[in-house]
């Protein structure tokens, strides 16, 4: 399987989710090898989107000649694709959704109706795809705190699509945090095996990754003690 990583994250290789995503991939290879390529947006000349819709209109070509051609070159060989990234302003951090935008040439003005609503017709044929949304947040808990980005990703990919979720993040990158960051990550690669094997995650090992790893209130504390 082809596994494409858009990191959005400005950290790149020090990414506390990045970690989390990685360890999602582990469990995915335990199954059977993947080819993985990680891509870290805030390495890649994107230019911003202007709306001119002149891709929709003329196949794809877009009238900007930076790094985009070969992202969507990738992204449309791939057989998965990871949004790995911290919660910025509850959605994506600027340079990945600066990517995001310029997947425009995947579609076409034409629109159709897709049960309630309607969606543009696609320009090339990316049905194979399935998507992953792995976000994590310094906040304590998830609540009020991720369902943009999550309506977000469900609004991009309606289907075949696996959203995981992880508060107090910055743990990851604390050593003395490892007594519970490290069996975390134990259960983020057994989801990954699950999703290698079947697809999907059990839910109830969903609900175990994107819970606290410590007391909110105790996490609360840590953070402000520091500050």
Not at 66 to 71: G, V, Y
């Amino acid at each position: 399987m082809k596994i494409l990583v858009l990191n959005g994250s400005p950290k790149k290789e020090k990414s506390d989710t990045l970690k989390i995503t990685r360890a999602f991939i582990d469990g995915m290879n335990e199954t059977a090898e993947n080819e993985v390529h990680v891509i870290h947006t805030v390495e890649k000349r994107i230019e911003y989107c202007t709306g001119c819709f002149s891709c929709m209109r003329n196949g794809g070509s877009c009238i900007h000649h930076d790094d985009m051609r070969e992202i969507l070159e990738e992204i449309l060989v791939s057989d998965l694709l990871i949004l790995s990234y911290p919660l910025y302003c509850y959605g994506m951090p600027a340079p990945l959704k600066a990517l995001m935008d310029r997947t425009l040439p995947l579609s076409s003005m034409a629109m159709r109706k897709v049960g309630d609503r309607y969606e543009h017709v696609e320009q090339a044929d990316f049905s194979r795809l399935r998507y992953i949304m792995i976000c994590g947040c310094g906040f304590p808990n998830s609540a009020r705190n991720f369902e943009p980005a999550v309506a977000q990703f469900k609004l991009m990919f309606p289907s075949e699509h696996t959203i995981i979720t992880v508060p107090e993040t910055p743990m990851f990158s604390a050593p003395e945090a490892d007594i519970v960051t490290i069996p975390r990550l134990g259960l983020v690669r057994k989801a990954g095996a699950e999703y290698a094997a079947c697809g999907r995650i059990d839910d109830g090992l969903l609900g175990e990754i994107c819970s606290p790893m410590i007391p909110e209130e105790q996490y609360a504390a840590i953070v402000n003690a520091g500050v």
